[in-house]
């Protein structure tokens, strides 16, 4: 065991007796469930009769991304257990609303346990999962360790290393080896994921393609689109999706530059976090604007509409003429802009787009998406004004977007391929059918 990891083990063992109490404050801020609590120590397991496959994803991005090979996972082995674990309630909802009703039968949700060596070991033992795929980062030293203990080939899903995660690793780097070593193989996102990934010691590493780019297109639930299209009628719509302070005093800026030209236009401001709801209306102070999470819809004269609500911006992206991804005009490193592609909106991008460079870099190359640069309300404006002016401007980016992103539709069955060839033999002493190359 490399020194970081005995160090990180034994704070962890130190901190568990506490660890109930840092629980019940997350509880008290809306981030836990106090039915589930049990979960976060490793308890509540019901393992499923048969072979079991364990899915770890951390939170509503990588469980997004991760539906699609569930559906996979499904179609190709009937009769495979599946366990999902996730960290955030947001990420359990999210299930909640999307998993289809077909795999509600298949797939047991369960909270990750934290990462103490009891509460995994208590996890691993009781659940006796046959194969598991951790999403993206997901690297907790003592639930690695403890797998590879007992002998449970695991696939990094999705993973994602930038150069500097990658830096930092190189500052310890026994414990990366010993990580990555426990690894039977590594599906990276990119050529460059995969070298870095390769550098920490990982053994068997291949860039497959990123699989958020498979995720299904947001919902929208037909008859609250249908009322917001009725209200709007054909009035220009903006779109900040998932912004973040200081993004949307720039989309107020700019509606203020763009409304001599466009009358009627509609800016819609969608915050990545629904509770800055009330903060925003008193930003707007003097727009003449409405509130979603009241139940108000745009009426004529309303020339702001606040979509402070969960869960529903796929309605927003399917009513925009434009859509600015939140989290790139401000050094956040940028939202997910594969959702605006996959629904035919024309795709705005600030400078900011760390979190997504690969695809971003994609996008723009395709013309898929117009990059905003500077990050200031005047080239905010301009890059809008480029598209509501133009629709055939605006048709172009879209199907230049949704055509970027189309080959990723295979690497569901591909992943789901993977995790099943390291299942052992099934009842009948066969494997399961052929499943795609990984």
């Not at 469980?63 to 699609?68: I, K, N, Q, Y």
């Not at 709007?232 to 005093?249: C, D, I, K, S």
């Not at 992206?317 to 035919?344: D, M, W």
Request: charged share 20%; glycine share 10%; net charge positive.
């Amino acid at each position: 065991m490399s020194l970081a990891a005995w160090a990180w083990r034994c704070g962890a063992t130190l901190a568990a007796p506490v660890l109930p109490l840092w629980l019940r404050h997350r509880l008290r801020r809306g981030k836990e469930l106090a039915a589930r609590l049990p979960e976060r120590r490793g308890l509540n397991a019901a393992r499923p009769p048969g072979r079991l496959i364990w899915l770890h994803a951390a939170s509503i991005g990588e469980t997004l991304s991760l539906l699609p090979v569930l559906e996979a996972l499904a179609a190709l082995a009937p009769t495979v257990g599946i366990l999902l674990t996730t960290g955030t309630v947001t990420s359990a909802a999210l299930l909640e609303r999307r998993l289809p009703p077909a795999l509600r039968q298949r797939v047991t949700h369960r909270f990750a346990p934290l990462d103490v060596p009891g509460w995994v070991a208590r996890f691993l033992d009781a659940w006796r999962p046959d194969a598991a795929g951790l999403v993206e980062s997901e690297l907790w030293p003592n639930l690695i360790r403890a797998a590879r203990a007992r002998r449970l080939p695991l696939v990094l899903i999705n993973g994602r290393l930038s150069a500097r995660s990658a830096a930092r690793w190189r500052l310890a780097p026994a414990l990366g080896r010993e990580l990555m070593g426990a690894f039977t193989l590594v599906l990276a996102q990119s050529p460059a994921d995969a070298v870095r990934f390769a550098g920490l010691g990982a053994r068997r590493v291949r860039a497959l393609g990123n699989l958020k780019e498979a995720a299904p297109p947001l919902p929208a639930d037909p008859a609250a689109l249908a009322a917001l299209q009725a209200a709007v009628g054909t009035r220009p719509v903006l779109l900040g999706a998932a912004t973040h302070p200081g993004e949307e005093a720039m989309l107020l800026a700019a509606h203020r530059l763009l409304a001599p030209d466009f009358p009627g236009l509609l800016t819609i401001l969608a915050p990545r976090h629904p509770e800055r709801g009330p903060g925003l209306e008193a930003e707007a102070a003097g727009f003449p604007l409405a509130r979603r999470s009241i139940g108000a819809l745009p009426g004529p004269e309303t020339a702001l509409y606040i979509a402070d609500t969960l869960g529903e911006l796929g309605l927003f992206y399917r009513l925009a003429h434009v859509a600015l991804v939140g989290g790139s005009l401000v050094p956040h490193g940028g939202q997910n802009p594969l959702e605006p592609a996959r629904l035919g909106c024309p795709i705005l991008l600030g400078p900011h787009t760390a979190n997504f460079a690969d695809i971003a870099a994609r996008l723009i190359a395709a013309g898929g998406a117009r990059r905003v640069e500077p990050a200031e309300p005047g080239a905010l404006a301009g890059a809008v004004h480029a598209v509501l002016s133009n629709p055939d401007h605006g048709r172009n980016l879209a199907e230049a977007a949704a055509a970027a992103v189309a080959p990723a539709a295979t690497l569901p069955d591909q992943v789901a391929g993977a995790l099943l060839r390291l299942l052992p033999p099934g009842p009948d002493g066969d494997k399961e059918p052929s499943t795609p190359d990984a």
